[in-house]
């Protein structure tokens, strides 16, 4: 595998399940970070971690609980959601490298929440 | 106010013409970078080109250029000689500051290449 894998694809929940997403990235970088894409709204950026640290957090509601067990993986537990929680989720991982640090975004999941 | 501003919701071009997708964006900090991604249909965001605040010149990467006014706080992407793969959505992003590392996308611009 290369790049950043997410997995599922394609994930489709009841309000009360309760459900994981994955990110595994494989570039060797020390930040990953989840995005929430919604249909018609920009990117928006939900948790950033740093060596495993969480160092940012964007007033994202509880039932979305993120994991970072190591600099390689990422996880995002899902409970309780509603049904505007369904969109797009992705993953992206970097490296240290002042402004011009790139970000690389998985194939992300397409939640529905029903 | 919007950090970053894409006005085209969406554009067509015809395959081998150059298109340029507008950017304009908002900070008070000195020192930020500007990043264009690609996302096609299948979901993936694709790192096309970047260019610094501090940075002289025009960033270049193949097909793509960057045409970075810093006085008018705009980052158009050019894309020259369009190809049918081209069409998918484009996202304007930019990190402010040297701490901060995370992006702060615009709305997109959907284009369109057609044969």
């Known amino acids: 595998e290369t790049g950043v894998t997410q997995t599922p694809r394609h994930l489709v929940m009841g309000m009360t399940n309760k459900k994981s997403l994955k990110c595994e990235q494989h570039?060797?970088?020390?930040?990953m970070y989840w995005y929430k894409q919604s249909a018609k709204k920009p990117l928006e950026l939900m948790f950033v971690y740093n060596f495993k640290e969480q160092t940012e957090n964007n007033s994202v509601p509880s039932r979305f609980s993120p994991e970072c067990p190591n600099s390689s993986h990422l996880f995002l537990h899902l409970h309780t959601l509603q049904p505007e929680d369904s969109a797009l989720y992705l993953c992206?991982?970097?490296?240290?490298?002042?402004?011009?640090?790139?970000?690389?975004f998985g194939p992300g999941t397409r939640l529905l929440v029903l | 106010a919007q950090k970053i501003t894409q006005t085209q919701p969406g554009m067509f071009v015809q395959e081998k013409e150059a298109v340029t997708l507008d950017c304009t964006y908002d900070t008070s900090d000195p020192s930020y970078g500007l990043f264009w991604y690609k996302q096609p249909s299948s979901g993936e965001m694709i790192f096309l080109i970047y260019?610094?605040?501090?940075?002289?010149q025009n960033a270049t990467e193949g097909r793509y250029s960057l045409n970075f006014q810093k006085a008018r706080k705009s980052a158009n992407l050019v894309i020259s000689a369009s190809q049918l793969g081209d069409s998918a959505m484009y996202f304007c992003?930019?990190?402010?500051?040297?701490?901060?590392?995370?992006?702060?996308f615009g709305s997109g611009t959907r284009l369109q290449v057609q044969p």
């Open positions: 992003a930019m990190r402010e500051g040297r701490e901060r590392r995370a992006l702060t």
């Open positions: 992206a991982s970097s490296q240290d490298g002042g402004l011009g640090e790139t970000q690389y």
């Open positions: 260019q610094g605040s501090y940075d002289q």
């Open positions: 570039l060797g970088h020390n930040a």
